[in-house]
């Protein structure tokens, strides 16, 4: 499948409606409150589609009211202009939270909004699945739709291009990717399914002293590194082995000159040992800094044998020393550009004093910015 190049994200917190091309590498920063934790956010609920979790997802974020659009339905001349105040309005729409991704090759949507009232019930502040679609093309266009499900309904294109029933009575809270994806007549569904759970998070690594990277860990093959990082000295043994021992060597002597890494352990248990010039023995996980974990933790990240359609970092430069920024910001540039052609990388950061060191003079990150309290 083709690699995403375009977000679309309408309704959510302080998103009214947001359009983001998405290149091999797409940076994105702003300041506090610019909207770009829910950008990471909404990726994140749509990732969760194909996993059956959005709805619980929602909840978690405290439901459906907590997570829509925080403006108002319209902003009158005079809200944009300052002359008065950004107010509510009566609101004529119906309340929803829409968020979408396409690509050259195929495009998915899908329309969240409120559960009726009637027949009451406890679940109250759950979202209902509305519509979703499944189109070819980059934009979504009624010739070009050859999925979609209205309600309970689930509607599929034949080979003849006429609508035929699929499935009905599919729960508001169920989606058709998980719910009808199958290799007989659902392939697609079961393709973008498949390609949603391949998404991969990279965010809030834990470096404190107890956290599970810095303890030995049984050893298995590990091409993905988890998103907690845990399996950190496994997912470096298999770089070494399979895939680029070459590439990790030199993401450690741009960072640490003179240093390299290697992983020791004994009864099937490993431990990554750090050399570094002037000392006398390896250092163990338990003995390095927070920041020097957390590189590590990017580089076995970044040098996957495995890489994904998408891999969202979320403030890779957290807690690194700044002169660690400019081989991380190399490590990920060269990434992206040797990735297969149908993947991606999205990191998401703060502006800070080592930002500029980051970047080419022709590089332009898409920033976030706020006007009258939206994000555009």
Same mark, same amino acid.
């Given at each position: 499948?083709?690699?995403?190049?375009?977000?679309?994200?309408?309704?959510?917190?302080? *998103?009214?409606?947001?359009?983001?091309?998405?290149?091999? *590498?797409?940076?994105?920063?702003?300041?506090?409150?610019?909207?770009?934790?829910?950008?990471?956010?909404?990726?994140?609920? *749509?990732?969760?589609?194909?996993?059956?979790?959005?709805?619980?997802?929602?909840?978690?974020?405290?439901?459906l009211p907590s997570v829509l659009w925080a403006g108002p339905e319209a902003f009158s001349r005079s809200?944009?202009?300052?002359?008065?105040?950004?107010?509510?309005?009566?609101?004529?729409?119906?309340?929803?939270?829409?968020?979408?991704?396409?690509?050259?090759?195929?495009?998915?949507?899908?329309?969240?909004?409120?559960?009726?009232?009637?027949?009451?019930?406890?679940?109250?502040?759950?979202?209902?699945?509305?519509?979703?679609?499944?189109?070819?093309?980059?934009?979504?266009?009624?010739?070009?739709v050859f999925a979609q499900r209205k309600g309970p309904a689930v509607s599929l294109r034949d080979g003849?291009?006429?609508?035929?029933?699929?499935?009905?009575?599919?729960?508001?809270?169920?989606?058709?990717?998980?719910?009808?994806?199958?290799?007989?007549?659902?392939?697609?569904?079961?393709?973008?399914?498949?390609?949603?759970?391949?998404?991969?998070?990279?965010?809030?690594?834990?470096?404190?002293?107890?956290?599970?990277?810095?303890?030995?860990?049984?050893?298995?093959?590990?091409?993905?590194?988890?998103?907690?990082?845990?399996?950190?000295?496994?997912?470096?043994?298999?770089?070494?082995?399979?895939?680029?021992?070459?590439?990790?060597?030199?993401?450690?002597?741009?960072?640490?000159?003179?240093?390299?890494?290697?992983?020791?352990?004994?009864?099937?248990?490993?431990?990554?040992?750090?050399?570094?010039?002037?000392?006398?023995?390896?250092?163990?996980?338990?003995?390095?800094?927070?920041?020097?974990?957390?590189?590590?933790?990017?580089?076995?990240?970044? *040098?996957?044998?495995?890489?994904?359609?998408?891999?969202?970092?979320?403030?890779?430069?957290?807690?690194?020393?700044?002169?660690?920024?400019?081989?991380?910001?190399?490590?990920?540039?060269?990434?992206?550009?040797?990735?297969?052609?149908?993947?991606?990388?999205?990191?998401?950061?703060?502006?800070?004093?080592?930002?500029?060191?980051?970047?080419?003079?022709?590089?332009?990150?898409?920033?976030?910015?706020?006007?009258?309290?939206?994000?555009?």
């Amino acid at each position: 499948m083709k690699p995403i190049s375009r977000l679309c994200v309408s309704g959510y917190r302080s *998103l009214r409606d947001v359009r983001l091309e998405i290149d091999s *590498l797409t940076v994105v920063t702003g300041a506090n409150g610019s909207g770009k934790s829910n950008l990471y956010r909404a990726l994140r609920l *749509l990732a969760d589609v194909a996993q059956g979790r959005i709805i619980p997802s929602v909840a978690r974020e405290g439901g459906l009211p907590s997570v829509l659009w925080a403006g108002p339905e319209a902003f009158s001349r005079s809200m944009k202009t300052g002359r008065h105040p950004v107010q509510g309005t009566v609101r004529k729409g119906p309340v929803s939270l829409k968020l979408g991704f396409s690509s050259e090759e195929y495009g998915y949507a899908i329309d969240l909004g409120m559960p009726a009232p009637i027949p009451p019930s406890r679940f109250d502040r759950d979202p209902e699945i509305k519509a979703e679609s499944l189109w070819t093309g980059l934009v979504l266009q009624r010739a070009n739709v050859f999925a979609q499900r209205k309600g309970p309904a689930v509607s599929l294109r034949d080979g003849e291009g006429a609508w035929r029933a699929a499935l009905d009575g599919l729960e508001s809270y169920d989606s058709m990717l998980t719910h009808y994806s199958n290799p007989r007549d659902g392939a697609e569904l079961l393709l973008m399914r498949e390609h949603l759970r391949a998404w991969r998070f990279y965010d809030h690594f834990r470096t404190d002293g107890d956290a599970p990277v810095r303890r030995p860990q049984v050893g298995t093959r590990t091409p993905v590194l988890a998103s907690d990082g845990a399996d950190l000295a496994a997912a470096i043994v298999t770089i070494q082995e399979i895939s680029a021992k070459e590439e990790l060597d030199a993401a450690i002597a741009n960072a640490f000159p003179g240093g390299s890494i290697d992983v020791g352990g004994s009864d099937g248990h490993f431990e990554i040992e750090m050399y570094q010039h002037g000392l006398l023995r390896s250092l163990g996980t338990s003995e390095l800094s927070d920041g020097t974990v957390r590189y590590l933790l990017l580089v076995a990240a970044l *040098l996957s044998p495995r890489p994904p359609p998408l891999m969202i970092l979320n403030e890779p430069e957290t807690s690194l020393h700044p002169d660690l920024l400019q081989p991380l910001a190399r490590l990920i540039a060269k990434a992206s550009n040797e990735a297969i052609p149908d993947h991606r990388r999205l990191a998401r950061g703060e502006p800070g004093p080592g930002a500029a060191r980051c970047r080419r003079p022709t590089d332009r990150p898409d920033e976030a910015a706020r006007r009258d309290g939206r994000r555009r």
